[in-house]
């Protein structure tokens, strides 16, 4: 794999950086997910995230996740990195949101006045392969939450 281009170059340079990334990691490389062999069980993984926690505190995030699958969905993003590792990879990373669910998406002023909707929470933030670029995150999120309202009416 080639190195990428600076992000000065030439944007076809660029370009075709980006295309041949895709002999590494097909686009239907991407579409399908299966448990692998050896997954660990979720509520060990939750248990595991737990270290450094304020012990007391951790049953309060348990009790939040409890109340529906949106608040559950919130706060198990471990879980869905778990699952996005084992997907193929560039390994060409970029910076992430981390936490793109549709409660951290909104809209504000930019400096110059106008009105932007973009991410607006940004403590889970982390480098990460392009691949995980927020996209599965803000459409689970968003059926999840339309399943917890439809519950509630």
Partial sequence: MSKAPSRFAPIAERLAHGRSLRAVVRRVDQDVW?????????????R????????????????????????FFRGSGPI??????TLPSTQHTVQICGDAHVRNLGA????????????????ETC???WEWVDFPEP???????????MAIS
């Fill in 48 to 71: 595991k995230t737990n270290t450094g926690r304020i012990e007391d505190l951790v049953p309060i995030k348990y009790g939040r996740m409890a109340e529906s699958p949106f608040a």
């Fill in 34 to 46: 299966r448990v692998g062999a050896g997954r660990p069980a979720i509520v060990d993984v939750l």
């Fill in 127 to 129: 480098t990460a392969p």
């Fill in 108 to 123: 504000f002023a930019s400096a110059d006045g106008r009105i932007v909707f973009d991410v607006n929470d940004f403590d």
């Fill in 80 to 85: 869905m990195a778990m699952d996005l590792v």
């Fill in 139 to 149: 459409p689970l999120s968003a059926t999840t939450a339309i399943i917890d309202a």
